[in-house]
């Protein structure tokens, strides 16, 4: 079965530190895209970053970098110099090629401290 | 542009009532999904359209539901009869042409309480 494991329910980070957050996947297809979303309470999902499974360099945007890990099937997010504004829930998903479906893990609640 | 915009944004109704949600994507966006999100199963997707035709509606969990897309500018999903375990956040997204690979874009979704 398609799967997103992401082991980290809850996670903090200091103001202005760096905090990395987890993520697994199963699949056996070549051909994916992985994304990372951010719900902050507002609720609105909004696309942090994406990449595509055939690029070996690591996507970045900004502050948000990711370590993508083709063979261990990881995706973990990085967040360097956090802010409060960063505080949300942040889900990993993937999609299979042209499937339109995306397969989601559960989401890790991220909490920055002042 | 202003987003996919998703109506009401909280829905309180009585259990055995009709409830709509509608949804209006992105201009120019081909592709439109219907999502429910609880605690206990996180993001589910309910069913997805591409131009205007249900592709996958394999998400639905009964024939209490159904969504409908008459246009490329306008979506509904209709629950009757509504239970109180439909109670849970309903979100639309939509993605461009140029495949779901470049990401979705939600919107602000619609909290639906069933008492």
């Known amino acids: 079965a398609q799967t997103v494991t992401q082991s980290q329910p809850e996670m903090s980070v200091q103001e202005a530190e760096t905090v990395t957050l987890s993520c697994t996947y199963d699949?056996?297809?070549?051909?994916?895209?992985l994304f990372w979303y951010k719900q902050p309470p507002s609720r609105q999902m909004i696309l942090v970053i994406r990449?595509?499974?055939?690029k070996q360099q690591n996507a970045t945007e900004n502050r948000f970098s990711v370590n993508f890990q083709k063979a261990a099937k990881s995706f973990s997010l990085k967040i360097s110099d956090s802010q409060l504004g960063d505080a949300a829930m942040y889900f990993c998903a993937y999609q299979v090629g042209n499937n339109r479906k995306l397969i989601w893990g559960l989401g890790t609640s991220l909490g920055v401290n002042p | 542009d202003a987003g996919v915009i998703q109506s009401p944004r909280h829905e309180v109704t009585e259990m055995g009532q009709e409830v709509t949600l509608r949804c209006k994507p992105i201009s120019g966006h081909n592709s439109l999904f219907w999502y429910r999100q609880t605690m206990m199963r996180g993001l589910e997707l309910l069913i997805y359209f591409n131009n205007n035709v249900p592709i996958d509606d394999s998400g639905m969990p009964e024939d209490r539901f159904s969504a409908k897309m008459p246009n490329a500018s306008f979506s509904t999903l209709k629950i009757q009869p509504s239970e109180p375990r439909d109670s849970a956040v309903y979100f639309c997204?939509?993605?461009?042409?140029?495949?779901?690979?470049?990401?979705?874009?939600f919107g602000s979704g619609t909290r639906l309480t069933v008492v």
């Open positions: 699949t056996s297809e070549s051909d994916y895209y």
């Open positions: 997204a939509s993605s461009s042409r140029r495949g779901p690979r470049y990401g979705y874009t």
């Open positions: 990449q595509e499974a055939y």
